[in-house]
Nanobody, 121 residues
Framework: EVPLVESGGGMVQPGGSLRLSCAASGFTFSLFMMAWVRQAPGKGPEWVSTISTGGTTTYYADSVKGRFTISRDNAKNTLYLQMNSLKPEDTALYYC??????????????WGQGTQVTVSS
C-alpha cells in the first residue's frame, strides 16, 4: 500500500473536464500543504498547483491558472484537482504529493503512484 492514491484520470476531448482525487493515509493530512505534479511523456516533471493546510490559499502554474482548481477535504483526508477546459498539452501522468514549498516540484519520494490524463480528439 502507498500513502497517496490518485484516481479519476481518463481520456477526454479538448475542452472537456476531469476531477482527480487523492486519498491520503499514514500521516496527519491536515498538517501538510499538498500539491499536484504532472509529467508528460518524454518530459520532466511540472509543478501544477499547491494548497495550504486549511485550503485557504492556493497556488497555480501559469499554464493551468484559470482552468484548474485545487481543493481539499481534511475530514476525508482527500485532495482534489478539478480540471476544466482541458487541452492536449495537459496530457500527462498526474501525481498528488506532500508539498515542500508553495511552488515547485516536491521530491519524488513525496508523490503518489499517479493517474493518467489523456486529452485527445
Amino acid at each position: 500500500e502507498v500513502p497517496l492514491v490518485e484516481s479519476g484520470g481518463g481520456m477526454v476531448q479538448p475542452g472537456g473536464s476531469l476531477r482527480l482525487s487523492c486519498a491520503a493515509s499514514g500521516f496527519t493530512f491536515s498538517l501538510f500543504m499538498m500539491a499536484w505534479v504532472r509529467q508528460a511523456p518524454g518530459k520532466g516533471p511540472e509543478w501544477v498547483s499547491t494548497i495550504s493546510t486549511g485550503g485557504t490559499t492556493t497556488y497555480y502554474a501559469d499554464s493551468v491558472k484559470g482552468r484548474f482548481t485545487i481543493s481539499r477535504d481534511n475530514a476525508k483526508n482527500t485532495l482534489y484537482l478539478q480540471m476544466n477546459s482541458l487541452k492536449p498539452e495537459d496530457t500527462a501522468l498526474y501525481y498528488c504529493a506532500r508539498a515542500t514549498l508553495r511552488q515547485g516540484v516536491p521530491p519524488r519520494g513525496f508523490w503518489g503512484q499517479g493517474t493518467q490524463v489523456t486529452v485527445s480528439s
